[in-house]
């Protein structure tokens, strides 16, 4: 082969390499469908403020910390699914990274686990974790979600939730997946009404976005 045909052939392969970095995220993934009881596992029990027909399941593209595409699921209220798809479409477009989306039937209904893993999840028929009477939790009615537990944890008596989100303590230092005043999570939800829950003075739960601000 000629030098003159030899780089001819590598200018092409250097396009095509090129065009393949540079190619187009896969489109976003938004479809809704309904839940049962049995679906829900331990994350729902009689008695519970909402029941399956008011839940809806929703499968969002998400961007990973591998920088890749993927589809999770989150389980929510029926009112706020609107809601919820502006705002993982906005992440998505923005390439803000999640860790992990499943619903949290997967993890047995433990809030604990599902933190634990860097769960981002919604509803959860639970009570809300305070020190105060107890009261359903805003997961409870399927209008909450909370993100990237790991990285955004939880501050109550005196104890950070999940542990490994100790490691985030320092607010001052941003990493990626954070909730931070004004940053891209925050501006996300904050466009549908959402309420964020690291405003809270006392115990800061800075993985907690909400319909209804509890």
């Given at each position: ?9 590598l200018?092409a ?18 479809t ?36 890749a ?56 028929c ?17 209008e ?7 990285e ?31 940053g ?16 809270w ?14």
């Amino acid at each position: 082969m000629s030098r003159a045909l030899l780089l001819a052939a590598l200018l092409a392969a250097a396009a095509v390499f090129a065009s393949l970095a540079f190619a187009a995220p896969a489109p976003f993934v938004g479809t809704v469908s309904p839940v049962s009881a049995a679906s829900l596992g331990a994350s729902y029990r009689a008695g519970c403020p909402v029941g399956p027909a008011q839940l809806r399941l929703l499968h969002v593209s998400y961007v990973g910390y591998d920088g890749a595409s993927h589809v999770g699921g989150i389980v929510v209220n029926e009112t706020v699914v609107r809601d919820v798809l502006t705002v993982f479409k906005t992440l998505y477009a923005e390439r803000f990274p999640i860790r992990k989306m499943e619903p949290i039937a997967a993890f047995h209904g433990s809030d604990g686990a599902s933190m634990a893993a860097d769960n981002t999840s919604g509803f959860n028929c639970r009570y809300a974790v305070t020190t105060g009477p107890k009261a359903w939790s805003a997961h409870a009615y399927g209008e909450a979600i909370d993100v990237n537990p790991v990285e955004n944890p939880y501050y109550e008596a005196g104890h950070w939730l999940p542990p490994a989100g100790a490691a985030y303590s320092d607010r001052s230092r941003f990493r990626p997946g954070m909730a931070v005043p004004n940053g891209q999570l925050n501006r996300a939800f904050a466009s549908v009404g959402w309420l964020w829950g690291g405003r809270w003075t006392g115990s800061p739960d800075y993985q907690h976005f909400s319909k209804t601000g509890g």
